[in-house]
């Protein structure tokens, strides 16, 4: 089983609508959580943390489920630049960052 | 615009050769990763390395090895490279473990 497992999509959606996803991580012991954005043939950028109360940053908001080990993604009023794959991270013992396989998303016109 | 600088940026390479990946930090980064992405996948974790020594590794072969320096630049080799070895190679970087990591745009590597 994969340590970081998420829906590969493609969420295909129209300018202004909301998308979300989730990712599934297998270690119990995970520390941290993060969501990168991966734009094509390009390096990961960090998108978020993902903190255990949930937390927004502007239309993105993140939210953490320990007991269930998932995590998600919401993007609210969709934009043409959020088109990109979204990578789920999962930091266990404080080097070694674990990541998911992404999700695309395209928003269109 | 990043702070983590890799080069080359695109390198093609015949099975059986050796390859040295380059990657520059910015002052201060003490720690140093390096991601293998093959086409579709996320980034799997090569090694680490912290104030120049080996602070973790992945599951790659010993043919994967790698080099800090004090100069907060790193090396990532390859030897006898095989076919599946292609992928984008990314370092990423960090000053210390309370803050996130910075990721270099990487090398494009292609086996033949």
């Known amino acids: 089983r994969k340590e970081v497992e998420q829906d590969p999509g493609p969420f295909n959606v129209p300018e202004g609508a909301t998308v979300a996803f989730n990712c599934t991580y297998s270690?119990?012991?995970?520390?941290?959580f993060f969501w990168y954005r991966q734009d094509c043939r390009k390096e990961p950028k960090l998108l978020m943390s993902?903190?255990?109360s949930g937390n927004e940053d502007g239309r993105f908001t993140a939210q953490l489920n320990r007991a269930s080990q998932y995590i998600s993604l919401l993007i609210r009023d969709s934009k043409l630049s959020d088109s990109a794959t979204y990578l789920c991270v999962v930091n266990r013992d404080d080097y070694k960052l674990s990541f998911g396989a992404g999700t695309t998303v395209t928003v269109r016109a | 615009e990043t702070g983590v600088t890799q080069s080359p940026t695109h390198l093609i390479k015949t099975r059986g050769q050796q390859v040295t990946l380059r990657c520059s930090s910015q002052?201060?980064?003490?720690?140093v990763s390096w991601y293998q992405q093959a086409l579709g996948q996320g980034p799997q974790f090569i090694f680490q390395?912290?104030?120049?020594?080996?602070?973790g590794r992945g599951n790659f072969p010993p043919r994967f090895s790698g080099l800090q320096f004090p100069n907060y630049s790193s090396e990532l080799n390859v030897n006898a490279l095989e076919l599946d070895d292609s992928a984008l190679y990314l370092c990423?970087?960090?000053?210390?473990?309370?803050?996130?990591?910075?990721f270099g745009s990487g090398t494009r590597l292609t086996v033949v």
């Open positions: 990423a970087s960090r000053p210390d473990r309370i803050y996130g990591y910075t």
């Open positions: 390395y912290y104030r120049e020594e080996e602070n």
């Open positions: 002052s201060g980064h003490n720690t």
């Open positions: 993902v903190y255990s």
């Open positions: 270690n119990s012991a995970s520390q941290s």
